[in-house]
């Protein structure tokens, strides 16, 4: 009784692949997430700059001077933190909807999830190029002399992009099932902005508190933000990164052929 | 090629209330072996059971029954958005589903812009889109209102808009909740013979509605639903 054959049921990667090769859809329609918030403002989703740097431009000197640190130093520091900050959290964040937010579409006809999720991711992605513009005049203001190691940035992004595609279907998923996770992981996030050396200097951390440095977002911060900074991460950090990518990638994985086909019963 | 075949099939909703879905009471259930059991336990609707059909094409399916009765529901497994719980589905040729010819539509942006992304949500690819965004324009009659954003149409000029994207894609099975009928008189008589041609172009038609007129001008097969069973064919 319990049996089902369907010509429609393919398998797990033909579905990961059917929503993940339609940019065209995914990409636009995070691209009018974007332009229809700011539709009717003036300068647009220029305010995603705008507020930005308002917001790192207010709290350069004062951490500065509360860390003591030397501002031209620390500045850079402190943009690049904030703006990746943004980008990590708002990818976690918004993955907890991913799947809630786009009910009518599912309930309506068939659309692969992934879709929705590249959606989020890619509305996230236009949020961050537009804030990361911001590095320009900090680093020319700071003088910040790159070399060659500043192209470990690919990578680093690379390897950002697929842990965010990972996390994104893992919180999707659990998100949809269980509601509280929503709650759970943002306030997860406003905990960990602190653990993470956003506004701080990692070497002001006493030596007994280095363990903080072990969360992943720290280490993916520090791959991302010190080749723009004109140094060279630490190898631990890509190692320990490597590893998160394939424990996030091992369980979006298992998650996603169990349930791609629930989802939408949970909605 | 067209066909639909549908064996003993059976839906079964979960109803994740605001108790089931709380990861405390399953966690709690789980902590403490299940005796919690009662507090997770989901209740599950049987929304349609043991559904068995056959269309070819040429087909034109009416489905009637109360509200509840199962009607959207088969429409969206037909859909493919709900996988049967159990039984035999198979289903060839493309399918475009009409249940909501909103989907997809966004207030604030422009009819043009709409029409983009009415496409795309649809399953067009952007070019097919660019190439029918004419015949779209024209055959809705909004003139220069295309450019303007779709929040300060009337209600009649945005089922006019959603009605003339949405008819105009091709697709071998052709689902619907309700005849799509879009308001004024003299719009009327154009959208009824186009959508004639489209529902004469593919090749299985289901359509589910409460009029009775409707589904005997327009059907040859009609099904009656009763609590997610087939109690009429």
């Known amino acids: ?267 | 090629m067209a066909l639909i075949s549908l064996k003993n099939v059976s839906v079964n909703f979960p109803i994740y209330g605001a108790g089931a879905s709380s990861l405390r009471k399953t966690l709690a259930a789980s902590v403490t072996g299940g005796r919690l059991g009662k507090e997770t336990g989901v209740t599950v609707v049987q929304a349609l059971s043991d559904i068995s059909i056959e269309l070819n094409s040429g087909d034109r399916l009416g489905l009637i029954g109360h509200n509840g009765a199962g009607k959207s529901t088969l429409l969206r497994t037909l859909a493919g958005v709900y996988e049967p719980s159990s039984g035999e589905f198979t289903r060839q040729g493309t399918v475009a589903s009409l249940i909501d010819p909103v989907l997809g539509i966004e207030v604030d942006a422009s009819g043009l812009e709409n029409i983009m992304l009415r496409g795309l949500v649809m399953g067009m690819s952007r070019k097919r889109v660019e190439q029918l965004t004419q015949d779209i324009c024209e055959f809705s009659g909004l003139g220069e209102y295309v450019n303007m954003p779709v929040r300060t149409y009337s209600t009649g000029m945005l089922m006019r808009l959603a009605f003339s994207i949405s008819t105009s894609i091709e697709a071998d099975i052709l689902l619907m909740d309700e005849w799509l009928s879009v308001g004024d008189a003299e719009f009327t008589e154009k959208a009824e013979r186009r959508m004639r041609e489209v529902v004469a172009k593919s090749g299985i038609l289901v359509l589910a509605s409460h009029s009775p007129d409707l589904i005997s001008k327009e059907c040859n097969r009609v099904i009656r639903l009763e609590h997610g069973r087939i109690v009429e064919a």
């Open chain 1, 1 to 267: 009784m319990s049996q089902v054959h369907s010509n429609l049921h393919r398998g797990a990667w033909a579905d990961w692949w059917d929503g993940t090769r339609r940019p065209d859809i995914w990409w636009t329609l995070a691209w009018f997430d974007i332009v229809l918030r700011y539709r009717r403002s003036l300068l647009g989703p220029l305010w995603l700059t705008l507020s930005m740097g308002i917001m790192i431009g207010g709290m350069g000197p004062l951490y500065s001077g509360l860390f003591g640190t030397e501002l031209s130093r620390f500045f850079p520091h402190l943009a690049l933190g904030v703006i990746f900050w943004g980008f990590f959290s708002n990818i976690v964040t918004d993955a907890c909807h991913s799947f809630v937010n786009s009910a009518h579409y599912l309930k309506q006809g068939y659309f692969p999830i992934t879709l929705f999720v590249w959606r989020s991711l890619s509305r996230n992605i236009i949020q961050f190029g537009h804030q990361i513009v911001l590095y320009v005049p900090v680093a020319l203001w700071a003088g910040i002399s790159l070399s060659w190691h500043a192209l470990l940035f690919v990578p680093a992004f690379l390897l950002l992009i697929i842990n965010a595609h990972a996390v994104g279907l893992v919180l999707g998923l659990v998100c949809t099932r269980f509601r509280d996770v929503t709650q759970i992981v943002t306030s997860m996030m406003q905990m960990l902005m602190f653990l993470t050396p956003v506004f701080w200097l990692p070497e002001n951390l006493p030596g007994r508190a280095r363990y903080v440095l072990w969360n992943p977002l720290a280490q993916m911060l520090d791959l991302l933000r010190t080749p723009l900074m004109g140094g060279i991460p630490d190898m631990h950090h890509w190692l320990a990164i490597a590893g998160w990518t394939v424990v996030s990638v091992v369980c979006a994985s298992l998650l996603f052929i169990k349930y791609r086909r629930r989802v939408v019963y949970w909605l």
